[in-house]
């Protein structure tokens, strides 16, 4: 038969061994993160089951239970709709250019040529720069009256009279996006340069050596070897771009007619314009669910391919 050791030895053990000490360096982190992360998500689920308004803010007892009201009024609501469709817009195009964009500048540093280094430096500065700083300095390149954009539209004959088109309905969602995918192009290369000067030289020798072309190169050897910087890279890029906020705040502040507007400015504009903060709490549970469902599929698959492998 086994020994099974009591709890008070196991306990003895533990602070003999001094692991303790190792785990009690997590300490601090394990308390920031309840604090200003689980604490808060808990939180903002509550409100959400509940008639939250300025009134009754601070007393919680006077907050009335009201079920499952808070998400019935947003699926009601045609702006919750046009939301969660210009998110849509908002993350698959700025993910794609972010992107594709940023895969094509690590391919172009990967090559040793003078002055690389400093040309990465200065293309960081784009991620390096607050949003909201990067927000109102597109604010004013696209600007009707004074935007360079215009003028350079302008001066090459695309168009005759300057276009706001941070002021109509059809070009201020997509100004934005143009605004965010600035921002992403420069993380986006920095991780796959990364891994792409992982990669082993001695696999593009042989596959030069059996006669493989640089477009055979990219997809056989580049692209399947960076396959987990890949994934890992794009749900990162989901996550952050699904629940942007600033840019639009400083580019358009949701408008015109609320046609940038995506989730979290719905939730915002909820709760700190229209003062419902349980249905802005509502809003920004379908949010966390529709990023943890997508984690979720990520961390499912990846498992899977760890058990094939």
């Given amino acids: 038969m086994k020994n099974h050791a009591s709890p008070l030895q196991s306990t ?31 939180y903002n689920i509550i409100m959400s089951f509940k008639d939250v308004s300025v009134s009754n803010l601070k007393d919680t007892s006077e907050q009335a239970f009201v079920g499952l009201a808070n998400f019935k009024a947003i699926f009601a609501d045609k702006y919750f709709w046009s939301a969660f469709q210009n998110t849509f817009i908002f993350v698959i195009l700025s993910l794609v250019f972010q992107f594709s964009i940023g895969f094509l500048f690590a391919l172009y540093f990967n090559k040793n040529f003078k002055g690389a280094k400093w040309m990465r430096a200065i293309l960081l ?9 990067t927000g109102a300095i597109f604010k004013w390149l696209l600007a009707g009256d004074i935007g360079i954009f ?48 992982g990669i ?22 580049t692209v399947p070897c960076l396959k987990p910087t890949i994934l890992v890279l794009l749900l990162l890029g989901f996550i952050y771009t699904f629940k942007v906020f600033d840019i639009i705040y400083a580019m358009t502040t949701g408008g015109p007619a609320n046609s940038s507007q995506i989730l979290p400015y719905y939730a915002y504009e909820q709760s700190f314009k229209l003062f419902k903060f349980g249905q ?14 997508l984690a979720a599929v990520y961390i499912y698959f990846s498992n899977k391919e760890e058990m094939d492998a």
């Avoid at 920031?32 to 998500?41: E, K, Q, R």
């Fill in 280 to 293: 802005g709490a509502a809003a920004s549970c379908v949010s966390f669910v529709l990023i943890a469902l």
């Fill in 150 to 197: 215009n003028y350079f539209l302008m001066q090459i004959g695309l168009i005759t009279e300057p276009i706001n088109f941070l002021a109509s309905t059809q070009t201020a969602l997509y100004s934005v996006i143009v605004g965010n995918i600035w921002i992403g192009i420069p993380f986006n290369m920095i991780i796959l340069l990364s891994g792409i000067q």
């Fill in 125 to 133: 500065i784009a991620w390096m720069n607050p949003a909201i700083i």
């Fill in 200 to 221: 082993g030289n001695d696999l593009y020798e042989s596959a030069v050596i059996d006669g493989a072309n640089s477009v055979k190169k990219f997809f056989y050897i």
């Fill in 12 to 42: 003895k053990k533990f602070f003999q061994s001094g692991r303790y000490v190792d785990y009690s360096f997590t300490i601090p982190a394990l308390l920031f993160i309840a604090v200003f992360m689980l604490y808060p998500i808990w």
